[in-house]
């Protein structure tokens, strides 16, 4: 029987690095080992689990080396690092990652807002990381990312032009591994379907990730569309973490546990065990010290069925 | 040109009655008339103003009467009251409410545990309210909800069937109006497409209302299943407003400004001035005493751009 929502949906979980990222309280080095080997039992088979930053830019994931080197490796999960420069990439090897992501911005003015260069300077970058990869002692992958594919805080709209270039750009520089980021939550539905198609003629969709962003509440419905369009991995992040320092008290990423909860529900395989996901969910709150935005670790499954009121019972 | 997101969408704006009913800070009476005075001015052509229930039963709308006869009636908007019987329609009637929407759970149980009494006598009342209507000294109209009808947090699976024919039933009675009600956030996407499909066969999409809570963040996701599926009005409230009791935490109503939001990024016509909604908004955590859930209100829209850090302009 053909079904539309028969074929896997891949969940790479991003909570140990964009959901720490920007976390004030600090969490300890054996908290995040923890956290990403409970992550690796739950079923998935991609986990970003830190990155290889600046410790001065981004001092919540400083331990990044020691993060890697303290991980139980699930079998066959592949481990991703995030990686600015050469150097990041070198400590990231050194840490056995299996994967490398990059980041660019498609806008200018969010580029050089977040990675303090240029466009240009970044795809240099890149060039030297490919080469780096390429004489690596162990088989690695690459991924690279474009940040504000559908909107900048900035300068507003993207030309979708310059997003598709940029991917066939990554793909001819030796990227197999394609990101469209919608870093501060601007996409829609519509935009999504359109943009994801275009980039699919470019990029197989085993090789292509939509990371969305629950800024305007649009997250899941942008999940949806970019399915129906053909794509078939998607960033998420436990709890909902991560954010966006340009809308405070605004969600972050994509909830992990609402995306799995709403592909159990429609039928969508992901390979998640949704209630250990829960389970772990609902960790969050003490090992980063507040509230998170996920939604279904509060309200649990639907089958988590509530016993009827006693007054009820006897109508 | 044809465009499949052309057709107007109507949102009926449910925060003075479903989001206000489970707060516990008093409201008073003169904060919700302009609550939906301001409502009024934002474009909504329908606004659920408040209900005709026991004041035992739901204390902070005891002052329904008051709240009707002190709103100023914008042109062309319909102010709807919820009545559980009888009783309450004869009040709504004489605080001239425009319509009255009835509820009755698809589930036996929930039925019991809110409104405390088993479908057969729901839809018995319903045939006294009708009558009443009939006799009314001014036009009234009928809507009545299906509430449960995606899922019971006490009985889990609703069938289908049951739901349409409730739907059948409510026609068959002389109520034109009908709404589907996923009371607890239990819907999904592909359940959502195909009971609207269902539905409409036998109600016209005019009289046809879809009500969504985003208890599980699948809210906007049902939205748009829904508006694809050819259902064209929605309710949804103002910061998300509402909730569950069965699911502490979690959101309540999809969020007006949120789903306003959405439509105006994929053109999907409304009428209702989001600048307006989110200002309105944002007066609501004053009003009820805490944080609400929509997002865009905190985000801003789109259009809302940030100013570039000084020294990324200097790159």
New interface residues.
Partial sequence: MSDA?SEALIVQEVAPRDGLQIEKQWVETEDKIALIDGLSACGFTRIEAGSFVSPKAIPALRDGDAVFNGIRRGQGVIYVALVPNVKGAERALAASADELNLVMSASQ?HN??NM???CESSLAGFGDIVRLVQGAPYPVSLNATVATAF?C????RIDEDRVVSIARTYREMGIAGITLADT???A????VARLVARVLEYVPSTDLTLHFH????????NV??AYDAGARRFDAALGGLGG?P??????GNI?TE?LV??CD???IPTGVDLQKLIALSRTLPALVGH?VS???A???R??D?????E???A?
Same sequence: chains 1, 2.
């Fill in positions: 929502y003015t050089r807002a303090r260069m240029s909107g805080p900035f300068e507003g501060t939550g601007m829609n539905p519509r935009q629950n800024t305007r509440g649009l997250g899941l419905a949806l569309a966006c340009f809308a405070p008290g605004a969600s909830c609402d909860n709403l529900e429609m039928g509230e996920g939604q279904v509060k309200a649990g639907n089958c069925l509530h016993p009827a009121p007054y009820a019972r109508i």
